[in-house]
Structures are given as structure tokens and as C-alpha cells.
């Protein structure tokens, strides 16, 4: 059996596995992951972190889902809860392995930093509307998905990091 490119689920960027884990968990737990891997029975508590990260990842790196997690604390909070549940399961399985217990302690403070992101990014959207609204239109002022994706392109860095608000000009000229 070939073995998966890549094992974190909905990622279709660009990133690999290692950046990504490196982006949420932090380069220790690349290194505690290769280590573990070698150590795998049926793969479950592996398969279920790897889903807690594409989940991170897929919200982080798509402005529509951002927008509609950000819209609904109803939605945003069972997909917390999802996470920690996961988390959890993988905590009842790991039979007292320390380099899983490193992994978890990672992936918990991810997810929390994942569910203070939201709160965070409404925060600095306001405070941003606030500031701009001084100098232009509240409608020059985009933080929609679509304003965001419209500027994303193969000739800018944005594939990597997507820009947080858009600007429009009052006029052409």
C-alpha cells in the first residue's frame, strides 16, 4: 500500500503537512509526529489530530468559512467543541505515552488559540471600521470573503497569507 502524501484533510493549498503543523503546533511537534509515526497500531488517534488540524487549516485558510463562523457563534462553538472532543478521544487512548501527551497539550492550546482567533479578528475589524471610517467611506471597507479572494493572485504573496481588509477608492481618477 503506498503511503498518503498527505494525511491533514481538506488541504488544498500549498502548504505540506510539515508547514502546517509547524504553522499550528510548532516545530517540536513535527519531530514528536515522525517519531510517533513509527509507533502507530491502527492509526485512529493519529487520524483524529490530523482532522482537528484540517479543520483549523481549512477555516483559517477560506475567508467564507471565517465569515460564516464569525456570523454564527452557534456554528463556531460546536466546531470548538467538535475539536475538543477529538482531543479528548485521543487522550483516553494514549495509555500514558508522554510524546502523545506533548502532541495534545500542542493541539489543545491550538484549538484555543483557534477559538480566540474569531473574537480577536471581530475585535481588530472593529477597531480598523473605526479608525478608516475617519478617512473614507465605511463602504470603501471590505472584510468580506469575496473582496478578500478578489485579491488574492498568482502574482502577489496573498496565496500565502490573505490580506485582512480591502480599501477602494471613492473614485477612478
Do not use: C
Not at 30 to 37: A, G, K, M, P
Amino acid at each position: 500500500m503506498t503511503a498518503r502524501l498527505r494525511e491533514i484533510p481538506y488541504n488544498y493549498t500549498s502548504f505540506s503537512d510539515r508547514e502546517i503543523v509547524i504553522r499550528l503546533l510548532g516545530a517540536d511537534a513535527w519531530d514528536v509526529l515522525n517519531t510517533l509515526r513509527g509507533e502507530r497500531k491502527t492509526g485512529r488517534s493519529a487520524r483524529m489530530l490530523f482532522e482537528v488540524l484540517g479543520d483549523i487549516w481549512v477555516v483559517r485558510r477560506n475567508p467564507y468559512l471565517e465569515d460564516d463562523l464569525l456570523d454564527n457563534p452557534k456554528r463556531r462553538q460546536m466546531l470548538v467543541e467538535a475539536l475538543r472532543h477529538r482531543l479528548h478521544e485521543i487522550e483516553v487512548r494514549r495509555q500514558g505515552n508522554e510524546l502523545v501527551g506533548q502532541l495534545l497539550e500542542a493541539a489543545a492550546r491550538a484549538v484555543r488559540e483557534f477559538e480566540a482567533w474569531f473574537a480577536d479578528t471581530a475585535s481588530l475589524r472593529a477597531r480598523i471600521l473605526r479608525r478608516l471610517a475617519g478617512v473614507t467611506r465605511r463602504d470603501n471597507i471590505s472584510f468580506d470573503g469575496l473582496a478578500r479572494v478578489s485579491h488574492v493572485t498568482d502574482a502577489t504573496d496573498w496565496r500565502v497569507e490573505y490580506p485582512f481588509v480591502i480599501l477602494t477608492p471613492d473614485t477612478e481618477a
